[in-house]
């Protein structure tokens, strides 16, 4: 099969691999029909984080199921499921918590089940990690690329505006105009909130925000005090900021915007955090909470999936650009670039 390889820094390429197959009772292997390229794969990419070269990539499978092991009861062959970008087994202590991504039995899509962003992917544990699409949905074009963001972006949004303790009614901030920041308007606008302030640095990206919800934005930059103009906005800071960078930065506006007492729902995978450290006198200061971490997003995956198919939501607008598995390295670039906000990938 074709699979996306990485390579090392800037270097992506498309190589004949072999191809997955059942090796234990709980796998199913899925026949990738969509997938995307993922802000989190950018680190790597960049030569910002350790990848081994050689090493598979993808962790954003949508498809069609292939072949099933003989304790499979989720799902048969034929059947239309996506998957959150780690494998869970839905049985054990976390999963039932709620807490997939700290699984005892957990796998990535990496290494030998093949990386999400090739041909055919193999699911460990398949009847805890794989969700299954409605058959009446199954092959409807735009309902699977409004679906296919559960799989990281949508989920990880959503977990920002739990743990900052969104409800209806409330004011809060989204800190970051990328995909997972615009699913994270979406995630609070969905909980009810009634002023979205988003802030980041992409007049276009701001402006898919104010279609999903935001009621304010800002924008960052060129002698922007943007802590202040959002302290502004908000008579002082937002109870509940959602902080869906990652960066040091980002997470130093996010403190400095919430307001004393409030809550930091943090989702960015941490960059350049360790040596800056986060702004923890500011938190002590004002009583800032920080709650997040890696979003569990098979613990949300039916509730937004219930959502998607009945037409309330809809993050398919973060697709600006889609590729062929062929093309993938131009879907990288674009990403790296910041010419596309989140690149969809049809095997
Ligand atoms: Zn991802
Ligand atoms: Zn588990």
Not at 109 to 116: E, H, M
Not at 189 to 210: F, K, Y
Not at 230 to 251: I, K, Q, W
Request: glycine letters at 14%; hydrophobic letters at 40%; one cysteine or more.
């Amino acid at each position: 099969m074709r699979a996306a390889i990485y390579d090392g820094p800037g270097e992506i390429s498309v190589e004949d691999v072999p191809r997955p197959e059942i090796e234990a009772p709980g796998d199913a292997i899925v026949r990738v029909t969509h997938t995307a390229v993922c802000g989190s794969d950018l680190w790597f990419y960049r030569g910002e984080s350790d990848r081994e070269a050689g090493s598979r990539v993808g962790h954003e499978p949508m498809g069609i199921v292939e072949a099933v092991g003989d304790d499979v009861d989720s799902v048969r062959p034929g059947d239309r499921v996506f998957a959150p970008f780690v494998v869970s087994c839905g049985y054990c202590e976390y999963c039932r918590r709620g807490l997939h991504t700290s699984c005892v039995n957990g796998d990535s899509w990496g290494g030998d089940n093949g990386g999400a962003q090739g041909e055919y992917v193999r699911s460990p544990h398949a009847d805890g990690t794989l969700v299954r699409v409605p058959d009446r949905y199954a092959d409807d074009e735009d309902v699977l690329e409004s679906v296919l963001p559960l799989t990281d972006v949508m989920g990880t949004g959503h977990h920002a505006a739990v743990s900052a303790g969104v409800d209806a009614g409330d004011t809060c901030v989204v800190v970051g105009d990328g995909a997972v920041g615009l699913c994270g308007v979406l995630a609070a606008r969905r909980l009810g909130a009634s002023r979205i302030v988003a802030v980041g640095h992409h007049p276009d990206r701001l402006e898919l925000a104010a279609e999903f919800g935001a009621t304010e934005t800002v924008l960052g930059g060129d002698g922007t005090d943007v802590v202040d103009r959002v302290r502004e906005l908000t008579y002082g800071g937002a109870e509940h900021v959602l902080e869906c960078v990652g960066a040091a930065s980002a997470m130093e506006q996010a403190v400095e915007v919430c307001r004393p007492g409030g809550t930091v729902g943090y989702v960015g995978v941490p960059h350049g955090v360790d040596d800056a450290g986060v702004p923890i006198f500011d938190m002590f200061g004002d009583n800032v909470a920080l709650r997040g971490g890696v979003a569990p997003v098979r613990a949300y995956a039916d509730e937004l999936l219930e959502d998607v198919l009945g037409g309330t939501l809809d993050p398919s607008p973060i697709f600006t650009e889609t590729v062929s598995l062929e093309e993938i390295a131009a879907g990288y670039r674009a990403m790296d670039e910041r010419d596309a906000i989140k690149v969809l990938v049809e095997p």
